[in-house]
């Protein structure tokens, strides 16, 4: 786990590969470097969490609000990734970027992201309380997430159960400011699993034998500043599977009850017959 997490962190720094344009449309160019997984493709978590430093890199001084990501096609490990970030607007207090990544073999994501500098002003908010922190015990594995999380459900259990999974999560001490690059890898991990909760014998172990699936759209937004290395926890439910696509929503909150983050996604879950 702490190689993966150094190694995410490596992924995190994206280099520069130059200016591409000029004026307010200009785009800036970034390679960044793949996961060492065993695995062909590459986990959209990471292709997240790049849009993110790719966005921060670009207009420093403004946080992302809102990242709205489109998977075009599959990302191949044994290559880099290829970013353009086109300025389609920057004002003093708010910016829009188009970000596209591609490989060799073509365009495989792109992403909508909003930035904002940070503003004063009321503040309300009326969500359940993530309740109590769960204890040591419940301490749980997920292959992908290289730091700590609890959890009392089970997404590998093939019984019927609600559309409903949370789980909370801990990073080692890093700086803040990769606190929504960090989340953004997070929640791309587990809203296919909750949405196959309510069929009886399949879980999401399946993928490639009971089903095939894949994400197609992942937004993310960010509501206020906070920290992963904090406690914070992260609620999905999956109010909709049909027509072979899954539809998931989820908040992210700290353990005093700030809501800081909110995401939703779209996949293909196709089950085989």
Same mark, same amino acid.
């Given at each position: 786990?702490?190689?993966?997490?150094?190694?995410?962190?490596?992924?995190?720094?994206?280099?520069?590969?130059?200016?591409?344009?000029?004026?307010?449309?200009?785009?800036?160019?970034?390679?960044?470097?793949?996961?060492?997984?065993?695995?062909?493709?590459?986990?959209?978590?990471?292709?997240?969490?790049?849009?993110?430093?790719?966005?921060?890199?670009?207009?420093?001084?403004?946080?992302?609000?809102?990242?709205?990501?489109?998977?075009?096609?599959?990302?191949?490990?044994?290559?880099?990734?290829?970013?353009?970030?086109?300025?389609?607007?920057?004002? =003093?207090?708010?910016? +829009? @970027?188009?970000?596209?990544?591609?490989?060799?073999? *073509?365009?495989?994501? %792109?992403? #909508?992201? !909003?930035?904002?500098?940070?503003?004063?002003?009321?503040?309300?908010?009326?969500?359940?309380?993530?309740?109590?922190?769960?204890?040591?015990?419940? =301490?749980?594995?997920? +292959? @992908?997430?290289?730091?700590?999380?609890?959890?009392? *459900?089970?997404?590998? %259990?093939? #019984?019927? !159960?609600?559309?409903?999974?949370?789980?909370?999560?801990?990073?080692?001490?890093?700086?803040?400011?990769?606190?929504?690059?960090?989340?953004?890898?997070?929640?791309?991990?587990?809203?296919?699993?909750?949405?196959?909760?309510?069929?009886?014998?399949?879980?999401?172990?399946?993928?490639?034998?009971?089903?095939?699936?894949?994400?197609?759209?992942?937004?993310?937004?960010?509501?206020?500043?906070?920290?992963?290395?904090?406690?914070?926890?992260?609620?999905?439910?999956?109010p909709l599977l049909t027509g072979s696509r899954s539809f998931g929503r989820g908040d992210v909150l700290t353990e005093d009850n700030r809501l800081v983050a909110s995401f939703a996604q779209e996949a293909l879950v196709r089950i085989r017959?």
């Amino acid at each position: 786990m702490a190689d993966l997490w150094s190694n995410l962190l490596d992924c995190l720094e994206l280099s520069p590969s130059g200016d591409l344009g000029t004026g307010e449309s200009t785009t800036a160019g970034f390679e960044g470097r793949n996961l060492d997984l065993e695995y062909h493709r590459l986990f959209g978590g990471q292709l997240l969490a790049q849009f993110v430093e790719a966005a921060r890199s670009v207009c420093p001084d403004k946080s992302v609000k809102s990242m709205h990501s489109v998977f075009s096609k599959e990302g191949r490990a044994d290559g880099p990734v290829h970013y353009e970030v086109a300025r389609q607007h920057e004002g =003093r207090s708010f910016a +829009s @970027l188009l970000i596209t990544a591609r490989q060799p073999h *073509g365009v495989i994501a %792109s992403a #909508a992201v !909003s930035m904002h500098v940070p503003e004063g002003g009321p503040e309300l908010q009326d969500i359940a309380g993530p309740g109590e922190l769960l204890t040591e015990a419940d =301490r749980t594995d997920f +292959s @992908l997430i290289p730091w700590e999380i609890r959890t009392t *459900g089970d997404l590998n %259990s093939t #019984a019927a !159960s609600p559309p409903q999974f949370e789980f909370w999560m801990r990073t080692p001490q890093v700086d803040a400011e990769l606190a929504p690059a960090l989340t953004a890898y997070a929640t791309d991990l587990n809203v296919i699993g909750t949405a196959l909760l309510p069929l009886e014998g399949y879980s999401q172990t399946g993928n490639g034998t009971a089903f095939n699936s894949a994400v197609t759209t992942h937004t993310v937004w960010y509501h206020q500043p906070f920290r992963t290395d904090d406690w914070l926890l992260v609620r999905q439910h999956s109010p909709l599977l049909t027509g072979s696509r899954s539809f998931g929503r989820g908040d992210v909150l700290t353990e005093d009850n700030r809501l800081v983050a909110s995401f939703a996604q779209e996949a293909l879950v196709r089950i085989r017959p």
